[in-house]
């Protein structure tokens, strides 16, 4: 058959799932655009070398999540990566390429920036003590030898529970599969966790001072990392070309 040859996958556990990963690196890739249509569930399943039960429930996961759709009369078509799709746990490990994890860096920069100004306004001391429960939580799990991403991801939550504009915690709620990706990376390199930790507390200061003005300082600070390792993901051209804007504008 002609058209884009979709990758073999290996016998692993939770074969569905590879399914969707490879078509979707068919898509990140060009090797499949909008309005291509994709190759019969029995081609897939014999490029793939994979059965026929996980092919169907890839397509129907890839379907709901509208990166493909059914046409009548010419089968299943590629629509494109949807937010909901990019969100999705599956498959944010696979378009999460360097422009990603810069684009998750300045998405999180904007939109933390003015949920944790608000949360330093109006936190009550409910929310403080959540923020500082959570804190507590990522410092154990480090102190334990862990790296504490699940727990530095409800630290976040919690300041955005605290800024009182429930919008925040959708919002992050909505990506926090994307930002789990790049936390999991930031915290892989020695010494991040614990700094981490104590980049935390000092959010949790900010906050209890009741100081907007220290809590995005500090809050930028501490996503300073996040940039850099974004940055290195980044081609080399690209990575040139982003440090000379950012030169011009020093």
Do not use: C
Not at 43 to 56: C, D, L, P, Y
Not at 82 to 105: Q, Y
Not at 223 to 232: G, I, M, P, T, V
Request: hydrophobic share 45%.
């Amino acid at each position: 058959m002609s058209g884009p040859v979709l990758p073999s996958i290996p016998g692993i556990a939770n074969v569905s799932t590879l399914v969707i990963q490879g078509i979707v690196k068919m898509i990140v890739s060009g090797d499949l655009k909008p309005g291509d249509s994709l190759p019969s569930e029995s081609a897939i399943s014999k490029q793939m070398g994979v059965g026929m039960s996980s092919v169907r429930e890839a397509l129907a996961t890839l379907q709901g999540l509208g990166v493909i759709a059914v046409r009548h009369g010419a089968g299943r078509q590629v629509r494109g990566l949807t937010f909901s799709a990019i969100a999705d746990a599956r498959i944010s490990p696979v378009v999460l390429d360097g422009s990603m994890a810069m684009n998750v860096w300045e998405v999180r920069l904007a939109v933390e920036t003015a949920s944790i100004r608000l949360a330093a306004e109006r936190a009550t001391e409910a929310d403080i003590k959540n923020i500082e429960a959570a804190a507590q939580a990522m410092a154990d799990a480090v102190a334990a030898g862990g790296r504490g991403v699940d727990e530095d991801g409800l630290i976040h939550r919690a300041i955005a529970e605290a800024s009182g504009n429930q919008l925040f915690v959708w919002l992050g709620d909505s990506v926090a599969s994307i930002i789990a990706e790049t936390r999991a990376t930031g915290l892989s390199h020695e010494g991040r966790p614990a700094r981490a930790v104590s980049d935390h507390f000092e959010l949790l200061e900010a906050i209890r001072h009741h100081d907007p003005d220290e809590a995005e300082a500090a809050l930028r600070r501490h996503l300073d990392f996040q940039y850099h390792d974004a940055l290195e993901l980044l081609p080399p051209q690209q990575r040139r070309e982003r440090e000379a804007r950012e030169n011009d504008h020093a």
